[in-house]
């Protein structure tokens, strides 16, 4: 398993910013996926963004344009710039990586989550 370990969340009024970091412990495991999901009391789980090992990034219609996904190789580290934030963003965000070994065995793993309250 790799540890995955958030931060950045906090209270923001409506059209401010927020970053969240996301590092990871890739010593064994190298990730092959990296990407942002969130979730409020109630719901489930939803995707927010991704990147690919290879580069391609994919984002979920509500958040194109405001929100993006990075990532530094060096740091071991993901990140997420949340820009134009609404109330709706409201949220715990959750850091989500598929990572491979040099076995070929994969491992999906969660981060422990961070708060993001967009409101006034």
């Known amino acids: 398993q790799v540890q995955l370990m958030e931060s950045g969340g906090g209270k923001v009024q409506p059209g401010g910013s927020l970053s969240l970091s996301c590092v990871y412990d890739e010593t064994i495991f190298t990730p092959y996926r990296l990407a942002w999901y969130r979730q409020t009391p109630g719901n489930q789980r939803e995707f927010v963004a991704d990147i690919m090992s290879d580069g391609p990034r994919n984002y979920a219609n509500f958040v194109k344009g405001r929100f993006t996904v990075s990532r530094d190789r060096a740091k071991s580290t993901l990140y997420l710039q949340m820009n134009g934030l609404k109330p709706e963003d409201t949220a715990t965000y959750y850091c989500?990586?598929?990572?491979?070994?040099?076995?070929?065995?994969?491992?999906?793993?969660w981060g422990q989550g961070t708060q993001v309250t967009v409101s006034y």
């Open positions: 989500n990586g598929v990572f491979v070994n040099s076995q070929g065995e994969s491992a999906t793993c």
